[in-house]
């Protein structure tokens, strides 16, 4: 295999391995038809390794009609085992940056959606669907290549997952909710993720403040980062309906609890332990671009008072995660000269200002020497 890659990489090479003629005995798809079952799949993940070489390597493989194959035995029902084992090389397929363009071409999202939606599939390979969708249509050229209509058929299949929440599987829950975080990472994906009607994001919000199950929230939180857009450079706040329902269903959910606003969700979730912390500092990072939010943060002391705090976190991750925090709190308060001049809010961007200049790694305010005390040892 690393050979065959090797001599795939030299537009000479490309000619011996994608020979010209279908009825050659090299020729991948015959090899394939020929293999038995294990046979099948070394030979499929060859070509996902050939397909991630380049582009023009992918379109000779897309030319050549072995992404067919790949179909094929998606479809294939009768091994679970050898469709699972698929479905991870689709995985790593939808990883490559120009899979997109070529997987467009194919009838591979229908497929991932007959999946999520067939009842009496296995648990786990809808769950790797939701995963393969969700990779796949996370890319921002993904709008480019594939139509709207593919995009809310994925949604929609996901969504009515939910309707079986009782019954299903914990991984297949987590997952479900990962894919609609990955599918919110853009612009474009989690605009429509906010305006599905009715808005397909709304299980994101819900499990995000759900505390009863600790596997699920993160993976919520996580997700609602996304869609807030904690990794988004630009175009991190929404237009129209959007904007307005993610609003909605943050504080529809708060009214909905004992915390009653959102910044009591979100001060809750810094109260938690490492991990749902990390995930809360992104979720703010993401939300505070917003003046509803950033009023709700910046009126709440002790949300401030814990990402300001530098010794609150002891890894690296959460130590920049917190950092980075502090950063978008005092990037959306700086430019209210409305908010700045009020002596109850300049304490707090102060605090914000002192605690970025230090750094997200542990640096004290003082750093002098302090005497220790012990008991001199007598033996």
């Known amino acids: 295999m690393d050979a065959i890659e090797s001599l795939a990489g030299y537009p000479e090479g490309m000619g011996i391995v994608f020979s010209a003629s279908n009825n050659e005995a090299t020729h991948l798809g015959n090899l394939a038809m020929r293999c038995s079952s294990l046979g099948r799949v070394r030979v499929l993940a060859l070509i996902v390794r050939l397909f991630s070489i380049s582009s023009s390597v992918a379109s ?36 490559v940056q120009h899979s997109t363009e070529f997987l467009s071409r194919t009838s591979l999202l229908q497929l991932l959606s007959s999946i999520i939606s067939n ?15 969700g990779r796949l249509l996370s890319k921002e050229n993904a709008f480019s290549f594939i139509d709207e209509s593919s995009f809310r058929a994925v949604l929609s299949a996901i969504d009515r997952r939910f309707e079986f929440l009782e019954s299903i599987e914990a991984d297949e829950c987590e997952c479900a909710l990962e894919a609609l975080g990955q599918i919110g990472s853009s612009f474009q994906g989690a ?15 819900s499990a995000a403040f759900d505390q009863q199950r600790h596997s ?16 988004r450079t630009e175009n991190v706040v929404f237009n129209g309906n959007a904007e307005e329902n993610l609003k909605r269903m943050i504080y529809e959910k708060a009214s909905n609890t004992s915390k009653l606003t959102p910044s009591g969700l979100l001060l809750s979730v810094l109260q938690q332990d490492s991990e749902i912390r990390l995930a809360g500092y992104r979720l703010i990072t993401g939300l505070v671009a917003r003046p509803w939010c950033l009023m709700e943060i910046v009126s709440r002391q002790e949300i401030i008072d814990i990402v300001t705090d530098t010794f609150t976190e002891t890894k690296k991750i959460g130590m920049e995660a917190r950092h980075k925090c502090c950063e978008a709190i005092y990037k959306a308060l700086t430019p209210s000269t409305k908010l700045i001049s009020d002596p109850a809010f300049t304490g707090i961007a102060a605090k914000l200002q ?3 200049k230090r750094g997200p790694y542990l640096a004290r305010k003082h750093t002098e020497a302090q005497p220790v005390v012990m008991t001199a040892d007598r033996f």
């Open 354 to 356: 002192e605690a970025i």
């Open 216 to 231: 699920k929230q993160l993976a919520a939180l996580h997700a609602l980062g996304n869609i807030a857009g904690e990794i």
């Open 119 to 133: 009842g009496s599939a296995e648990s786990i390979l809808r769950s790797r669907a939701m995963m393969i969708a």
């Open 60 to 95: 000779e493989i897309s030319k050549s009609n072995l992404l067919k194959i790949l179909e094929a035995e998606v479809i294939n029902t009768d091994d679970t085992l050898v469709t699972l084992s698929v479905l991870e090389l689709l995985y790593e397929l939808a990883e």
């Open 191 to 205: 605009t429509l993720l906010l305006s599905t009607s009715p808005p397909a994001a709304r299980h994101v919000v």
